[in-house]
């Protein structure tokens, strides 16, 4: 069965300080692993998916099969990107997407 | 390219009555997928459509739910007899091919509300 954990609903951070979105996964074969942002109001964009390990606005993350994780990372953060970050964990190519249960990340001034 | 639309943007229904949501995916994607958010939690598969092929629907209801992907026109979620607690914003997703990743892109949503 496929599981997405992100640990913390809310996390808040100021201005200029680095920040990490925490997200486990659970998956018995090859996972293919996004970020996906969505800003008030707004539909959900695709930030970052493990296989094209790319930076988007700053923000990186790895995947780790030892430790099941795909943590999300930003050295300092900025206050445009406050918004709701949800993990998706996709199995078969084609299929489903298993979102986590996002974490609504708030940078205050 | 105007990206996946989906309509209504909102949508309010009394209880017992029909909900029917579109979903036109973006050009040159056959492969729809409706999700479910409900109030403060996160998004829930529903079902995968190709053209007038339902490839999975493990996450519908198994009741009053049913979804198409019609040869021409958009994708329908169809909720008949709703009840409060289907309010909730409904996803679309589309994707271009099966092959290589499961990358997908999404509309505003539909959200629906039940009195």
């Known amino acids: 069965a496929q599981r997405v954990t992100q640990p913390e609903k809310l996390l808040s951070v100021f201005k200029g300080a680095p920040v990490e979105l925490k997200c486990n996964y659970s998956?018995?074969?090859?996972?293919?692993l996004f970020w996906y942002v969505q800003y008030s109001r707004q539909r959900l964009q695709l930030l970052l998916r493990?296989?094209s390990r790319e930076s988007i606005k700053g923000f990186t993350a790895d995947l780790n099969k030892g430790e099941t994780s795909f943590h999300l990372k930003k050295p300092f953060a900025q206050e445009e990107d406050s918004a709701m970050y949800y993990c998706?964990?996709?199995?078969?190519?084609?299929?489903?997407?298993?979102f986590g249960e996002g974490t609504q990340l708030t940078v205050n001034p | 390219n105007a990206g996946v639309m989906q309509n209504p943007r909102h949508l309010v229904r009394r209880r017992g009555q029909e909900a029917r949501l579109r979903c036109s995916p973006m050009?040159?994607?056959?492969?729809v997928y409706w999700y479910r958010q409900l109030p403060e939690e996160g998004l829930k598969f529903m079902v995968y459509?190709?053209?007038?092929?339902?490839?999975?629907e493990s996450g519908m209801p198994k009741e009053r739910f049913s979804a198409e992907f019609p040869k021409e026109g958009p994708s329908i979620l169809r909720i008949q007899q709703v009840v409060r607690g289907d309010s909730a914003a409904y996803f679309c997703?589309?994707?271009?091919?099966?092959?290589?990743?499961?990358?997908?892109?999404f509309g505003p949503g539909t959200r629906l509300t039940v009195l």
């Open positions: 997703a589309s994707s271009p091919r099966t092959q290589g990743t499961n990358e997908q892109f």
């Open positions: 459509l190709q053209k007038e092929n339902i490839i999975d």
């Open positions: 998956y018995s074969g090859s996972p293919e």
């Open positions: 493990h296989i």
């Open positions: 998706a964990l996709g199995g078969t190519s084609g299929s489903r997407l298993t």
């Open positions: 050009k040159g994607h056959s492969h």
